[in-house]
Nanobody, 126 residues
Framework: VQLQASGGGLVQAGGSLRVSCTPS????????WGWFRQAPGKEREFVAS????????RYSDSVKGRFTISQDNAKNALYLQMNSLKPEDTAIYYC????????????????????WGQGTQVTVSS
C-alpha cells in the first residue's frame, strides 16, 4: 500500500497544524496506524498510534495533551492534529500502517509497521 502524507509546513511556536495521510487503493480500517517523526541527527521516534477500530490510541509523553490522532473512514484519511506546537516538534513526520487482524492494537514500535509514507516536513519557529 502506498501512503501519501501531506499538510506539513512552517508555523510559529504555540500554533497549530494538521497533517494527513491517505492510503492508495486500500481501506483505512484494514490497518492500525501510527505517526512517527525524525528530527535532523536523531532517530525516528513514535508520536501517536490508533487501532483499526479507531477506539484505541497511544501517544508519546512529549505530545500527550497537545496532539490528537484520528481517522475518518468516510474520507479514508488519517490525521494528526498538532496544537501548542514547540520548536522541538520540528521534524519530518511519517505515517505508517500495520496490517493486522486485531481491531484493538495500536503499536508504538517502528518495527511493528509494514508500510511507510514519504514524510512531510513540520517546522516550528520560536
Amino acid at each position: 500500500v502506498q501512503l501519501q502524507a501531506s499538510g506539513g509546513g512552517l508555523v510559529q511556536a504555540g500554533g497549530s497544524l494538521r497533517v494527513s495521510c491517505t492510503p492508495s487503493g486500500r481501506t483505512l480500517s484494514t490497518y492500525a496506524w501510527g505517526w512517527f517523526r525524525q528530527a535532523p541527527g536523531k532517530e525516528r521516534e513514535f508520536v501517536a498510534s490508533i487501532s483499526r477500530n479507531g477506539v484505541g490510541t497511544r501517544y508519546s509523553d512529549s505530545v500527550k495533551g497537545r496532539f490528537t490522532i484520528s481517522q475518518d473512514n468516510a474520507k479514508n484519511a488519517l490525521y494528526l492534529q498538532m496544537n501548542s506546537l514547540k520548536p522541538e516538534d520540528t521534524a519530518i513526520y511519517y505515517c505508517a500502517a500495520k496490517y493486522t487482524p486485531s481491531m484493538y492494537g495500536a503499536p508504538q514500535s517502528t518495527e511493528s509497521y509494514n508500510f511507510w509514507g514519504q514524510g512531510t516536513q513540520v517546522t516550528v519557529s520560536s
